[in-house]
């Protein structure tokens, strides 16, 4: 007599549906804490932020029109915009090459220059406010009187937002074994190739991750520009700044209008910088 050891195909599908519902499904820890991640980032992150939108709103689309293109308004946004546009393009590339140095390279100074590049973390903004006007304020000893210019709201944002890149891009250079580039110079492959296929593929999300940060860190700045700029309205006014001079005159819908395109422009470009990341790692 034969005996049929195969499952009903019925059986078996049923079986595989539950071995999948159960991989999908979340034990009573994990359900926990996902809630009370959940709650924790809403009450962080979410609920301010819907308040802002909210309150952006309070005066009625005309009110938040009005604010969002009024004159001085639209050019502390686009200027703004602009100089953190610039300072991450600047930082995408210097970055990743100071980080280059850093873990392929060995020279005389490297631990010192490993502390150096975090100080723009530990430091209070008002302090690099300081540092920069004295370098490059009116008794500059180098000679650059670039105070109250433009080019005073770049040096504080290449400032506080150097080591975004370069401590992004570094730990996944270590991790990319020379033995790959190695192998595939032995095949013929150019530097250049090497790079383009193999190295700029696992560094672009660390890239772009740290050109994210340098860029939401830009536009959100506001103490080291404070000396050094002095935010002269149609000149060196930031967002920032221009926000608190609507908190400060008790406008705070006006305020939080401006925040809100803030907000549009930080997910804009996070949006778009995602987009890049993937389509570099694609074709590599």
Do not use: C
Not at 41 to 50: D, E, K, Q, T
Not at 221 to 244: A, C, F, H, K, Q
Not at 250 to 261: K, P
Request: no cysteine.
């Amino acid at each position: 007599m034969t005996v049929n050891l195969a499952a009903p195909p019925g059986r078996t599908a049923r079986t595989r549906r539950s071995a999948r519902g159960g991989a999908n499904s979340l034990s009573a820890a994990s359900g926990l804490g996902l809630g009370v991640a959940l709650l924790w980032f809403s009450l962080l992150v979410l609920i301010p932020l819907a308040m802002v939108v909210a309150t952006a709103g309070s005066e009625g689309l005309s009110g938040f029109l009005d604010t969002i293109t009024n004159s001085q308004t639209l050019s502390a946004v686009e200027l703004t915009v602009a100089q953190a546009l610039l300072v991450t393009a600047v930082n995408v590339v210097m970055g990743t090459v100071i980080a280059w140095v850093l873990v392929r390279d060995r020279f005389v100074g490297k631990r010192v220059l490993e502390v150096v590049i975090d100080i723009p973390f530990a430091l209070p903004t008002i302090v690099a406010g300081l540092v920069l006007l004295s370098l490059y304020g009116p008794a500059s000893p180098l000679g650059l009187h670039w105070a109250n210019t433009p080019a005073a709201v770049t040096l504080a944002f290449l400032f506080v937002t150097l080591p975004f890149v370069v401590r992004t891009v570094q730990p996944v250079l270590l991790e990319i074994e020379p033995e790959v580039e190695e192998a595939a110079a032995s095949l013929g492959a150019t530097r250049f190739t090497v790079f383009r296929m193999i190295i700029l593929p696992s560094l672009a999300p660390a890239i772009t991750s740290g050109a994210a940060l340098s860029f939401a860190r830009a536009i959100s700045e506001y103490g080291s520009l404070v000396l050094l700029s002095v935010n002269l309205p149609y000149r060196t006014e930031v967002t920032s700044v221009r926000m608190l001079t609507y908190l400060e005159g008790g406008d705070t819908a006006s305020a939080a209008a401006v925040a809100t395109i803030m907000l549009v422009v930080a997910l804009l470009a996070i949006v778009t910088l995602d987009l890049i990341q993937r389509r570099v790692a694609r074709r590599g």
